[in-house]
């Protein structure tokens, strides 16, 4: 049997490199003799770059800013024209040195990301896509624009550069499902701090809007990655999926249609998966194709319905079969590994679905 291993990034304990080769190993420990493909995919977020470089080579690397002024070195692509730019680089849950709390929360930044953007422009590349994802800042993209010299210079720089938001998520700027009320929480910010953010956005929403000419605070991943979608959208940018920028450029749909059998994974499949992220978008290109997909990630936090309606045949959790959500992020590749290799036995026995 042909098995596409195709997996996401899971939060912050495994890129989807990491994830992939866990998937892979518990998979061929039970089933030696299955042509296994390793395809790591990203929806825009962490893994975006290594993903992307791994299909179309050009990586390069800067130095920037992280998301509390502590320099970084983010890796980014230029091939053929096209710059690829992962937000997570810059401000990223990782660059924080800790746990996210109120007061990063309030502090964090997205001028790296704007610094990678000047990069992209200097070194020539015609059109840049930013995968935007994994972040730890809420600032609406205000850093970015002020790194690249204020709303009036940013639109001059950026000038017939063809720049594309590529986001995770459908979330507007503000309001009840906007990224402070939303995300922010995630972000370390207590209810105080998300009042704070709403606050600041709501303010920055409106020099947006003037600097664009219209209203872009509403758009579709306008609040994507701490509101950079809305910047962007602001600087004369276009919105696209980005798990659908990455499926064209590795050629998913054909990987999937060569496949018997795909199988995914992601840190956590809740309700925003649901939204237009990686595991559902890929779910609707097997079934197109008219292959099994199966999703082992590291929480299940929707009903089997919710997971069957997406047109996923079977989900594993790895928090429940480690007993854990500790034990699960804490030994995350070994975990992982060892569900996937009970999920090849029941393949062993003909069950892809589930009972």
């Excluded at 899971?10 to 493909?37: C, K, Y």
């Excluded at 609406?140 to 995770?168: F, K, P, W, Y």
Aim: glycine residues 14%; charged residues 20%.
């Amino acid at each position: 049997m042909r098995v596409l291993i195709a997996p996401d990034s899971f939060g912050e304990t495994l890129t989807a490199v990491q994830a992939a080769d866990a998937m892979a190993a518990g998979w061929r420990s039970v089933r030696p003799a299955d042509d296994i493909v390793r395809a790591p995919q990203s929806d825009g977020g962490p893994a975006f770059v290594d993903v992307i470089s791994g299909t179309v080579g050009g990586r390069r690397a800067s130095r920037v800013a992280g998301p509390l002024d502590a320099e970084t070195v983010a890796r980014w692509v230029l091939a053929d024209g096209t710059a690829y730019i992962e937000s997570a680089q810059a401000v990223g849950l990782g660059l924080l040195g800790g746990p996210p709390n109120p007061d990063t929360a309030l502090r964090a930044h997205s001028r790296g990301v704007g610094q990678l953007l000047a990069a992209a422009v200097a070194a020539g590349a015609r059109r840049i896509v930013v995968g935007l994802g994994g972040s730890c800042c809420t600032d609406g993209g205000r850093g970015l624009v002020a790194a690249l010299g204020g709303l009036d210079r940013a639109r001059s720089r950026l000038a017939g550069v063809e720049v594309v938001a590529a986001t995770d998520v459908e979330h507007p700027l503000l309001g009840e499902h906007g990224a402070a009320r939303v995300f922010g929480p995630q972000k370390g910010a207590d209810a105080d701090a998300v009042a704070v953010l709403e606050q600041r956005n709501v303010a920055w929403a409106a020099e947006l809007a003037a600097a664009a000419g219209r209203d872009v605070a509403d758009l579709a991943g306008a609040g994507a990655a701490g509101g950079l979608g809305a910047a962007l959208l602001a600087l004369g940018g276009v919105r696209a999926s980005g798990a659908a920028v990455v499926a064209e450029v590795t050629d998913q749909a054909r990987q999937v249609a060569a496949a018997q059998l795909v199988l995914t994974g992601e840190g956590k499949f809740d309700h925003q998966s649901l939204r237009g992220k990686l595991v559902t978008s890929l779910a609707r290109v097997a079934a197109e194709a008219g292959v099994p997909i199966v999703l082992v990630a590291g929480q299940i936090a929707v009903d089997r319905e919710a997971v069957h309606d997406a047109g996923i045949a079977a989900a594993f959790s790895i928090a429940e079969s480690a007993g854990s959500v500790e034990r699960a992020m804490a030994e995350a590749a070994s975990e992982l590994e060892t569900l996937t290799a009970r999920v090849a036995g029941r393949a062993e026995c003909g069950a892809t679905h589930e009972e």
